[in-house]
Structures are given as structure tokens and as C-alpha cells.
């Protein structure tokens, strides 16, 4: 009986691989069950073959085999599952933090039935706050949408709700300091098995440089246009791949007409042979 007991326990590992296969990072109550399981069902195994001739006994000693080998190792198994998945998933979840916070995205969830706005901690600083944003409706979203964009953000909302639509935009926002910046948004919506909308998740980034960006290299092609369009020679810009031209002077325009988007030589030629519009 003791060697049978003794064998149990010292090939435990080795004659059970469902066993050997849990990963070494699972512990506390779910590897704990699973284990004594495998140690007390491999005893079982061993003294049933000295009880199974007791006739009272039989009966009950399939039961606990039973038991023992689907029930509470089952038991134990799917309790490693759910600790091993939730591990991961924790893991996923900060690394996905880290790279939120290196890229300075945000992201934010809408529950759509409940209107329960959600953001994470790197909206605060897109919106100018140095403390977690005070969020928890779309309505309190909306409020530090600018004035002028505001019912064209909502617009796009409630077409991804309703419409299916694509939900990317960009709009400016209010800092607490009345400062405006724009932010670049995109996002999901979560549909039931009805087609209802039960959530909207997405992620937002801060993109004021980038407009400041645009609107300086706008402003000095205005400024460049307008210098140009008081001389009386050909000035053209075109494209160094294509040869597609992407700018003309108002005197190459009215000698050739509009010519953006053609091939520099179609249009030069054009002028040089004297032909009008």
C-alpha cells in the first residue's frame, strides 16, 4: 500500500502531462486544486485495487474516480484558464498603457445604452488638464468640443451610431486656459446580434502642431501667389517625379488657361507658340 503511495507521488510529474503542461507562473488556489486532484485521484487509482474486491465499496470507488478525474481536476483546470487568461490580458493591458503614454494617445470608450463616457489617463493632458479628464457623459465630452465644431463632432457620432458610418474626424477643442488645439479621433462602434450599437471605442491624438504646420506652409504659399501674380514672366511649380504641374503664375494662366495638373512641357509649349486660351 505505502509503495504504491510512494510511487504516486514520486512520478506524479512524470505520468501525468496534463499536469506537467501548466505553466510554471500559475499558482495560488486554482493550481493548488488541480494538483491535490492529480495526487489524491493517482492514490485512488492505487488503493482501488485492493478495494474494488469490498462489493459495498466498488460503487462509491467509481463515483469518486469519477469525481476526482472530470469533475475537480476540470474544476481546477478551468480556474488555471481563467488565471492564466487574466494575466495575459493584464499584461496586454500595460504594455498597451506604455505605448499609449510614449505616443500620447488617448483612447476612450462610449457605453451608447447608458451614455457612460470612459477615458484613460492620457486624454487628460490632450485636453489640458493635469489630473484625470472629468468625463462621464458624451454631453460632458461635447463641452470642451469649440463652438464651431461642435455640432459637426456630434453629427459624426450619431452617424457611426445610426448610419454605420466611419467615425474619423478632426476638430479643435477649448483648454481650460481658453487656448485652442486639435485633436485627430477615430473609432469602432460594437454592434449586438440585433445590429444595435452597445458601444463606441476609439483613440485620440493631439495634432496642434501639425495644423499650425499646415496653416504656416498655407499661408506662405498665399503670400508666394500673390508675389507672383504681379510678374510678368512665367512662374510655374511641378512635380519632380510626374512632371505634373502644380502651380502657375495668373500670366501663364491667362496666356495657357488652367493647366494644374498636366505635363509642364503640354502647357509650356502651349504658350510659347503663342496660343491662348
Known sequence: MLLFISETFS?????????????????GLSRKITDWAFIIWRIHKADYLFLRPVIWFAPWGYLIGAVLDEIVVAIGMLLIYFQTTREALSKSEQRY????????????????PYDHFICSAQV?????????????????????????DCERVTTCFQAAINDNKDLILE??????????HWIAESGDVLRDDTGKAVSVTGIMLDITERKIAE???????????TITDILDVFVYMADIDT???????????????????????????????????
Not at 496653416?215 to 501667389?225: G, H, S
Not at 488657361?257 to 498636366?262: D, R, S, T, V
Open 97 to 112: 498603457a506604455k505605448a499609449q503614454k510614449a505616443d500620447n494617445i488617448g483612447s476612450w470608450e462610449l457605453d451608447v
Open 171 to 180: 476638430h479643435r477643442i477649448i483648454w481650460p486656459d481658453g487656448s485652442v
Open 124 to 148: 487628460a493632458p490632450i485636453f489640458g488638464l493635469a489630473e484625470h479628464l472629468p468625463i462621464t457623459t458624451f454631453a460632458t465630452f461635447s463641452e470642451h468640443f469649440h463652438p464651431e
Open 11 to 27: 512520478n506524479y510529474h512524470s505520468s501525468l502531462p496534463i499536469a506537467n503542461q501548466l505553466p510554471v507562473s500559475v499558482t
Open 243 to 277: 512632371f505634373e504641374l502644380l502651380f502657375l503664375n495668373k500670366y501663364v494662366r491667362e496666356i495657357v488657361g488652367e493647366g494644374i495638373g498636366k505635363k509642364y512641357w503640354q502647357v509650356l509649349q502651349k504658350g510659347q507658340t503663342g496660343h491662348g486660351k
Open 215 to 225: 496653416t504656416q506652409i498655407q499661408t506662405a504659399f498665399e503670400q508666394f501667389q
